[in-house]
């Protein structure tokens, strides 16, 4: 007889971050309460409010990090796009969403909050 747990521990778990199927599960860390689990590669590599952001991202906007990692990127492409998407719908476009919509199209790209940053510096020194 299969009891609940023997269920439970057929059952794949993915990291709420990458979706790096996790194997060991003692590697499991809670990024934050409702925000489900990471894998420790990312708990080692993102800071606690990283996580917790990009779980948030990744669950009001969709996808995980590095879903489109092959292809390229471009932050004044994505930044063009957005501003004319914004003004075609004729919404207003504050700041504070164009920074959004960029920083969640950078992670599904596989850049990181920190290499984001970095980037949009550079872009703005320029």
């Known amino acids: ?10 059952h794949t778990v ?3 971050i990458c979706h790096g ?16 689990v990471v894998c420790s590669e990312c708990y080692k590599h993102f800071s606690a409010e990283d996580l917790e952001m990009m779980a948030n991202m990744f669950i009001a906007y969709g996808g ?9 990127f471009s932050l004044v492409k994505t930044l063009e796009t957005v501003l004319k998407n914004g003004l075609r ?3 207003i476009v504050n700041t504070e969403q164009i920074n959004i919509r ?3 199209k950078a992670l599904l790209h596989g850049i990181s909050p920190e290499e ?3 980037n949009l510096s550079l872009l703005v020194e320029d």
Do not use: P, T, W
């Open 102 to 104: 960029l920083m969640h």
């Open 1 to 10: 007889m299969i009891s609940k747990s023997d269920r439970k521990s057929s």
């Open 116 to 118: 984001y940053i970095q």
């Open 64 to 72: 995980y990090f590095g879903i489109l990692k092959d292809s390229d």
């Open 89 to 91: 719908e004729k919404k």
């Open 14 to 16: 993915k990291c709420g």
């Open 21 to 36: 199927e996790i194997v060991d599960r003692a590697q499991i860390y809670q990024a934050g309460i409702n925000l489900g």
